[in-house]
């Protein structure tokens, strides 16, 4: 069974930036998209970014496209979500997730295997 540990998150002011790593227990390349997804306090997990399996396909919501990049290095078994631009409202949890897709990813659950979470808190 894949396992997806994450690392990364923390405190962060307005306008600074966070990397969130999730290492996975395989190769997920050619198998699995991931994707990557948030909780804020009181609100539903959504969708930010997704990669599909064979890496030629990314997704991003509208409210992070141009401030977030998502990329896998396959010889690390690793995906990152590198976070720019850090606004108040993109606090919340974070989670990386693992799917069976090839050519495309979606920002939509349900995904087969999911991270434990990392705590992103944007605040001055």
């Known amino acids: 069974q894949l396992q997806l540990v994450q690392s990364g998150g923390g405190l962060v002011q307005p306008g600074g930036s966070l990397r969130l790593s999730c290492a996975t227990s395989?190769?997920?390349?050619?198998?699995?998209?991931i994707g990557w997804f948030r909780q804020a306090p009181g609100k539903e997990r959504e969708g930010v970014s997704c990669v599909s399996g064979d890496d030629r396909y990314t997704n991003y919501s509208a409210s992070v496209k141009g401030r977030f990049t998502i990329s896998r290095d396959n010889a690390k078994n690793m995906v990152y979500l590198q976070m720019n631009s850090l606004k108040p409202e993109d606090t919340g949890v974070y989670y990386c997730?693992?799917?069976?897709?090839?050519?495309?990813?979606?920002?939509?659950?349900?995904?087969?295997?999911w991270g434990q979470g990392a705590q992103v808190t944007v605040s001055s």
């Open positions: 395989e190769s997920t390349k050619d198998i699995y998209a």
């Open positions: 997730a693992a799917d069976a897709l090839f050519r495309l990813c979606l920002l939509s659950e349900p995904y087969d295997y």
